[in-house]
């Protein structure tokens, strides 16, 4: 159960979000309307998982994944192109969230959940960036307006380089900070084992 703070901050970032997608309106930005979209379903997914999973997030992990959304919605308005490190920071901390996915379905298996972390945060990331290119081409192609930007092989190079960081802080921090996503009354969380 969310605590009235957790309830405000959750209602603040969707309304932030919200005043990017009228602003993407109002612009005729057709990848920050979709994007601010996007963003605000995936505020409503810690619910979601608590209600399928008998889990539950902290304010703090709520108000994580929401502030994912908000800086990946804000910088489809501009500071994508106009702040040199935003996209370090919104893939790094995508990345952090996609690995603790994994950490702890990993650790509520019983697994080492390190390997898994790396893997699937670098695979997700690979995947993201050939999405990317592709619809950024096939906008082009049609002369459409495209709802994702690609900036380019160094741009890539350096999304992929802050994915695994984000990974590689999950793998350093996940059992401090994701112990009530791991634990069940049928699988306390346990030493890593070497299983991958």
């Not at 889990?55 to 959304?69: E, N």
């Not at 999950?170 to 996503?181: E, K, Q, R």
Request: glycine share 8%.
């Amino acid at each position: 159960m969310q605590t009235s703070v957790a309830n405000e901050a959750d209602r603040g970032v969707r309304y932030a979000i919200l005043a990017v997608l009228v602003v993407g309106f109002r612009r005729r930005d057709p990848g920050a309307v979709f994007n601010a979209v996007v963003s605000i379903a995936a505020t409503y997914l810690p619910g979601a998982v608590e209600r399928r999973y008998d889990v539950t997030f902290k304010p703090w992990q709520r108000t994580y994944l929401s502030t994912a959304m908000l800086t990946h919605a804000v910088g489809m308005l501009g500071p994508y192109d106009d702040i040199w490190w935003w996209d370090h920071v919104t893939h790094t901390h995508s990345a952090t969230i996609l690995g603790g996915v994994t950490f702890a379905a990993a650790r509520r298996r019983g697994r080492d959940p390190r390997l898994w972390v790396v893997a699937i945060v670098a695979c997700a990331g690979v995947l993201w960036e050939i999405a990317e290119y592709g619809i950024h081409a096939t906008a082009n192609r049609l002369g459409l307006e495209p709802i994702l930007v690609s900036y380019g092989t160094a741009d890539t190079f350096f999304d992929l380089v802050f994915d695994i960081i984000g990974a590689l802080v999950v793998v350093v921090i996940g059992d401090s900070l994701l112990g009530n996503l791991i634990s069940t009354d049928e699988n306390p969380p346990s030493a890593p084992d070497s299983q991958p």
